[in-house]
């Protein structure tokens, strides 16, 4: 059976720096699979080229078998893999509502001949219906009308999250989603993704709070320098000599 | 109801518009007309977040295709001029794939280069662009009538009806592509291109789709213009008007739709019907420019924000139109 999600022997160069060397992991259908690291371990660089933003130097990431690595960024999206971005990545001068409906982009494509004529009122109610949908999920239905640049960081992020989830995804990538917020937000948006989880939407989650990573994950692999540390449930995980190592520098010096 | 009847006393107004007017405001009514067509498509240019240079150039295409198209084939004005938009239209799809490797100012110099080459090559291709002296002798609209007016197109009053239907259907075509999602979609890769490509949009696509809407209407505006004068050059189409477009757009201000038809209107308005009549006849561009930073250093976000604030002050009047992204 091929694997959902699979990350083959990855390597990602800049100049003469390899941010990721020679990284391999598995991410089973339906689960939470979290990837940390300590600082400048390579993470966000692994979610670029899973992403398509950038293109690896080497090795390959595959979906259901199918090569995705070095496809454009919308070509990796529209095969089910979205992803959010670090901070508050938002259509800032645009309402809520418009984040939302950009979302539904791939589920409703829109019709350049079908909007002038005005046949594509089904496709519109639609998408309004999708976006509103993902907006009440994540709690954001009241601020509709509201500039996405003057809400709170919170709710930005849980924004940014809404727009992914407003176009069907299969896989999300999200790059640290609880950065910014109050350990009872990030309490509530664990919630929001388990019932995602159900929904069967398979989560890759890359993020700082260990509190947040134990607590969810399915899975979890580490890395370090670029390279693949070790992997596991947060229980091996948190016990993991190498990983302890890594996080705090060498039991060695501490002894 | 009230929409039916602004939208009657519109059309009223603009029919009755001409008829105050003397022979030579007639003739910069027309133009006046095509230049509003001609700036609210650059418009759904800037919508993505790109500013042209060759906007104008690319009109010019229209304008030459349209013309050699009645000349060399023999086809019938109307379609012709419809020809030339296409042309102009399929125009910027070629030049799309050079130029959109390119964002922001790079594409602005790009732009520029683009539509420098496009003017050389009518000076320098004397068959059949007939080189620097352009075409001239170009089919005028043949005249028809409707029953209860004559459509005599020598007269500026005609032409002027006919260049107002025409730019009301585009624009109107102009406002339905702004309002639909794939107006959102333009401002959604304006704002932040790398989400909305994390959305699925095709960046690419979308850049290109607003670059061909946009030149396509550009196009149309110039052939019209070359039926009416009667003869084109690589010099009316120079980077003269270019900058004449940037001023109408950036004084009106771009966030909304009327915008720049607003700076359009009130800068001509200004520029040759006012300062003409106070006899300012050598002193026009000085005082032209001086009006333009004035109005760049006092009303920053453009004419348009003027309307917004008196729309707001009025209450029971709503709050003004707004496009998808202000």
């Given amino acids: 059976m091929t694997q959902f999600l699979e990350v083959d ?4 160069r800049f100049g003469g720096l390899t941010a990721v060397d020679g990284l391999s992991f598995k991410v089973d259908h339906g689960e939470i699979h979290g990837l940390i690291g300590p600082n400048g371990a390579g993470k966000t660089t692994t979610f670029n080229m899973i992403s398509g933003f950038y293109k690896p130097s080497g090795g390959q990431v595959r979906l259901r078998g199918e090569t995705i690595s070095g496809l454009r960024m919308h070509e990796v999206a529209r095969r089910g893999v979205v992803r959010t971005f670090q901070h508050s990545t ?10 939302a409906l950009v979302g539904t982009h791939m589920p409703f494509r ?64 999200l790059d640290e989603p609880f950065t910014g917020m109050n350990p009872e937000e990030t309490r509530r948006m664990m919630d929001l993704m388990r019932r995602l989880r159900e929904d069967g939407i398979t989560i890759l989650i890359v993020e700082h709070d260990m509190q947040a990573i134990m607590g969810l994950c399915d899975a979890i692999t580490c890395m370090s320098f670029g390279k693949f540390l070790a992997e596991g449930n947060p229980a091996e995980i948190r016990n993991h000599p190498a990983v302890i190592e890594a996080y705090l520098g060498g039991a060695r010096h501490v002894a | 109801m009230r929409n039916l009847s602004i939208f009657v006393l519109g059309g009223a107004a603009l029919l009755a518009l001409p ?20 700036v609210s498509s650059y418009r759904l240019l800037t919508l993505t977040g790109e500013w042209s240079l060759a906007h104008v150039v690319i009109m010019g295409v229209g304008a030459y295709a349209s013309a050699l198209y009645t000349k060399e084939l023999g086809i019938w004005v109307p379609v012709s001029i419809l020809l030339g938009g296409a042309t102009a239209a399929l125009l910027a799809v070629f030049l799309s794939f050079p130029l959109f490797r390119m964002k922001g100012f790079y594409f602005l110099i790009g732009s520029f280069a683009a539509g420098e080459i496009i003017r050389l090559l009518w000076k320098r291709f004397r068959d059949p662009f007939g080189g620097a002296k352009g075409i001239k002798g170009i089919d005028p609209m043949p005249d028809f009538s409707i029953g209860i007016y004559d459509f005599d197109f020598f007269e500026p009053v005609s032409y002027y009806y006919l260049s107002v239907a025409v730019v009301a259907v585009c624009l109107w075509i102009l406002w339905r592509i702004e309002r639909s999602p794939v107006g959102l979609t333009f401002h959604a890769v304006h704002w932040q291109d790398r989400l909305a490509e994390a959305s699925g949009v095709n960046l690419r696509a979308y850049r290109t789709l607003a670059f061909s809407i946009a030149s396509g209407f550009a196009g149309i505006s110039g052939a019209l213009m070359a039926h009416y004068v009667g003869t084109i050059n690589p010099t009316s189409f120079d980077v003269d008007l270019m900058v004449f477009v940037l001023t109408w757009a950036i004084v009106g201000g771009t966030a909304t739709f009327y915008g720049p038809i607003l700076g359009c209107v009130v800068l001509t308005v200004l520029n ?15 005082i ?22 008196l729309a707001s002050k009025r209450p029971g009047k709503g709050t003004p139109e707004r496009s998808p992204a202000e």
């Fill in chain 1, 9 to 12: 022997n990855l390597i990602m």
């Fill in chain 2, 288 to 309: 032209y420019g001086l009006i333009m930073i004035l109005s760049i250093l006092f009303l920053p976000k453009g004419l348009e924000s003027l309307v917004q604030k």
């Fill in chain 2, 272 to 286: 040759e019907i006012v300062l003409r009549e106070m006899g300012f006849e050598q002193l026009r561009p000085l």
């Fill in chain 1, 90 to 99: 938002l259509f800032a001068e645009m309402t809520v509502m418009e984040n």
């Fill in chain 1, 110 to 173: 829109p019709n350049i001949f079908a909007a002038v004529i005005g046949w594509d009122r089904d496709d519109r109610e639609g998408a309004r219906a999708r976006a509103r949908e993902a907006l009440e999920f994540f709690g954001l239905d009241h601020l509709r009308d509201e500039l996405a640049g003057e809400l709170s960081h919170g709710h930005q992020r849980a924004l940014g999250m809404a727009v992914a989830y407003a176009s069907h995804p299969d896989v999300m990538l």
């Fill in chain 2, 19 to 38: 008829h105050g007017l003397s022979f030579s405001q007639q003739e910069i009514l027309v133009f006046l007309t095509l230049n509003i067509l001609l």
